[in-house]
């Protein structure tokens, strides 16, 4: 069976979210419900959506807008992209805030610790991009041109995981 062509412009999908609205990971993880049953990809919806939660989650709650982004008080925003290619689903959560987001790397649990040190088995902070890594199959972040950052993932999708 041969997989179908489809102009990458046809697999484009992107939403800005107002951060502090309550629905915005519910929204998020919709749109990436649909996105997977609308463009016929065979991944796991449940490891889609909570990248996706995780990402819009770590902007919604860490991001402070750069200086000149937005106006003190005012609505912060989260953007968010979908774009797949046969190979691929991408995934991109931006906010207005350029600090580079903490990924995380080696191991959070040493088992030689615990007993003298519980608080070695698992970091306060920094789980939801563990998360995020433990899922996808590649993690970045880029500072975005006028400012702020956007945080990556990717999905690895079989030849023929295109309806």
């Known amino acids: ?29 919709r749109m990436a419900t649909d996105i997977l049953r609308d463009w016929g990809l065979k991944l796991p919806a449940e490891d889609v959506e909570l990248c996706v939660s995780e990402l819009v989650g770590n902007a919604v709650h ?10 003190p008080g005012g609505a912060r ?5 979908f774009r797949a290619w046969p ?8 906010d207005e805030d350029s600090t580079p987001p903490t990924l ?8 030689e610790l615990s007993g003298e040190l519980p ?17 996808a199959d590649a993690v970045w972040w880029a500072p975005r041109e006028f400012g702020g950052k956007s945080v990556f993932c990717r999905f690895d999708v079989a030849e023929r995981a295109y309806a």
Request: hydrophobic share 55%; proline share 5%; aromatic share 6%.
């Open 62 to 71: 860490h991001a402070v807008p750069d200086a000149g982004l937005a106006e």
């Open 119 to 135: 608080e070695a088995l698992l970091a306060n902070s920094g789980r939801g991009l563990a998360i995020v890594q433990g899922l």
């Open 87 to 94: 190979k691929w689903l991408f995934v991109e959560v931006g």
């Open 77 to 81: 925003r989260v953007a968010i992209a």
């Open 104 to 111: 995380p790397v080696g191991e959070f649990l040493d088992p």
């Open 1 to 29: 069976m041969e997989a179908a062509i489809f102009s990458t412009a046809d697999r484009f999908r992107a939403i800005t979210l107002l951060a502090d609205s309550p629905d915005s990971a519910r929204v998020a993880r």
